[in-house]
């Protein structure tokens, strides 16, 4: 991999290109990661320097929804980290039960799969029906991905494993229809979901919830953009409302973390003051 | 052991941050380099031992009981400080940013492997330059190979077990096929050369 201050100069002419060209704002992601992802790109795409793959982005309408792949990430589990479903149904759905109408948050939902686990937890502690999820990403493809809620067979062992140890008190088969080598996932669960594209780089609050996840988003982002992203979710929330984060992720560094109590012993999740 | 003329640098104490890349075998490696460096170590160490996912790893309680150096998983974000050696949380890659501070990710895996030794390399390569040192102990892939030639592309100092003393060869046989070590030596003379820079500035 090139490394060195020539290529981070040019990784910046791109990102600023990309802004202003496509309103896509990643100048204040992870320079580390990013790194990472353009050489992938570069490789993939067939060009030699991060320069080329610019003159490629600004020229040919087709390089950019590829690039966008390289840029946005999209792996996730349904029910990874299956401590974090533990804790939300023992520590936060009493609470969240005490609500008539509850709206749900789930801030870069990539191709969907936090938000169908949550949506299917929810299923399980009885609250589906009266909740509405708004899941936001950036990337129109993995969007439609997550609008079809269809997974490769092949993960659904992982997935099932997960969804066990996340304390359910149901089958995870009972959630989806296994037919042609893919899991579809139950329509019903769907028909609690409004799937839009949002950016917590540029965009703002849409609305007042009573739960924001966004789990290894954050980790993408510099301090300042951490911080600007942090602000949206706080103001979103409701008095009391939860913030869930990913398992290595914190609020120590954030100067939103005043806003914020920790209600459990368990890191990743953030009461709102 | 084999030893160019850079590794008095490390001795001398001339260097910012160390990172361990290790897979099988890493765990026993590990317990003879990591209890060699005092408390008062002034660089990072940050470590890489591919571990199968899981949500809780208990190679920080393993250590933290048999070495003076702090024991640490890094948080996003988290300054990279000296004194302590830091462990790649399992299921993620770790990366260091110019600044300093940690990012995590969970990009796809390299080589199989979240999280990846290339990934902490190359990325550590880029923030320290000739300032790290980048250390390859036993395994049995070829994950850390495409990293140590990032960091001697950036100047910095690269350091491989010898694959012969190695409990699993391939992976320290890799890293020096790929780049020319400067020191390839048993597990003592590692720890040895790390510990000298450790306590150089406070003779």
């Not at chain 1, 988003?217 to 510099?222: C, P, R």
């Not at chain 1, 939860?242 to 914020?260: P, V």
């Not at chain 2, 990012?103 to 390299?110: G, T």
């Amino acid at each position: 991999m090139m490394i060195g201050p020539d290529e981070d100069i040019e990784i910046r002419l791109l990102l600023d290109a990309i802004y202003h060209r496509f309103h896509y704002d990643f100048r204040s992601y992870s320079m580390a990661s990013i790194r990472r992802r353009l050489a992938q790109a570069r490789a993939q795409l067939g060009c030699e320097t991060t320069s080329r793959l610019q003159e490629r982005v600004l020229h040919d309408p087709q390089t950019f929804p590829r690039l966008l792949q390289f840029l946005t990430v999209q792996v996730s589990d349904l029910f990874r980290d299956p401590s974090f479903f533990a804790m939300l149904r023992t520590e936060i759905v009493p609470e969240l039960r005490t609500y008539p109408s509850l709206k749900v948050w789930v801030a870069g939902c990539s191709t969907g799969e936090e938000v169908y686990s949550l949506a299917i937890a929810f299923r399980e502690e009885g609250i589906l029906d009266r909740t509405t999820f708004y899941a936001t990403d950036i990337n129109p493809d993995a969007l439609r991905k997550a609008e079809a809620a269809v997974y490769p067979l092949e993960r659904i062992p992982t997935f099932t494993e997960n969804h066990r140890l996340s304390g359910a008190p149901t089958s995870l088969s009972e959630h989806y229809t296994a037919a042609y080598g893919s899991a579809v996932l139950d329509r019903s669960l769907r028909k609690q979901i409004v799937f839009s594209d949002h950016s917590l780089a540029t965009d703002s609050v849409f609305a007042e919830v009573q739960l924001v996840t966004c789990r290894n988003v954050l980790i993408y982002f510099d301090k300042a953009l951490q911080d600007r992203a942090l602000g949206l979710m706080r103001d979103s929330l409701c008095r009391r409302g939860f913030l869930g984060l990913g398992t290595k992720e914190t609020l120590r560094f954030s100067s939103h973390a005043t806003a914020f109590r920790q209600p459990s012993l368990a890191e990743q999740w953030y009461q709102r003051c | 052991m084999l030893r160019r003329e850079r590794i008095a640098d490390v001795e001398a104490g001339r260097l910012e941050a160390v990172v361990i890349g290790t897979s099988a075998g890493g765990i026993n490696a590990l317990g003879v380099i990591l209890p060699a460096l005092p408390a008062e170590t002034p660089f990072p160490v940050v470590v890489v031992v591919h571990m199968p996912p899981r949500e809780a790893s208990p190679i920080v309680s393993v250590f933290k009981s048999r070495c003076a150096i702090a024991i640490s998983e890094p948080r996003d974000k988290e300054d990279v400080t000296g004194g302590v050696a830091w462990f790649a949380p399992p299921n993620y890659h770790l990366l260091v940013e110019s600044d300093h501070t940690f990012a995590l990710s969970i990009e796809a895996p390299v080589n199989h492997c979240r999280p990846s030794i290339d990934a902490l390399f190359e990325s550590a390569a880029s923030a320290y330059g000739r300032h790290l040192v980048a250390v390859v102990l036993t395994g049995a892939n070829e994950d850390g190979a495409e990293g140590v030639a990032a960091v001697r592309e950036a100047g910095g100092i690269v350091i491989v077990q010898d694959p012969a003393t190695a409990e699993m060869p391939l992976m320290p046989r890799a890293a020096s096929a790929r780049a020319q070590p400067d020191a390839m030596g048993t597990l003592q003379e590692i720890a040895a050369v790390l510990r000298a820079g450790a306590i150089a500035r406070h003779r």
